[in-house]
């Protein structure tokens, strides 16, 4: 009973921890788009937390992570939006977790569920930031997709490095 318990009490302490590196590192930009949303490394404890303990257990983590962003003072205009921009996107993040034997078809999973949550919040809520007579889809695809997609390569190319090392922790 106590190995079980101790188990348990390991992944959430571990989960706590990705959340909490997570929002550290959201902190840390690499670079800012103008309307908001930026590259930094906060995808990553996240992700590796997923491929480590399953994709239930990263998406709980992630949804925490997106809560915690909209109580660490996230950019509200609509309570869907908030949804769609922090817990959804950040737990689209765990689906990398279902493909555990294939960790980088898992990360694209979970970054492109991210990008989609991401640019549904644009269609929906941003349009007016799009130019005059350029389609919101494409608006918000490209826009979101210049901070998504970047911010996901860099945490595939980090992780082939830390992989080999933490997999087995």
Known sequence: MFAIVRVRLKILIEGALSVALSIVLSYIKLFSLPQGGSVSLSMLPLIVFALRRGGVLGMTAGAAAGFMHIFLGGYIVHPLQALLDYPVASAALGLAGFFRSKKYSGIAVGVI?????????????????????MNVWLYSVVYNGSAVIPEGIICALLLCLVWPRIKNL
């Open 113 to 133: 569920a991210n990008m989609f949550s991401s640019v549904l919040s644009g269609v929906f809520f941003f349009s007016s930031y799009a130019p005059k007579g």
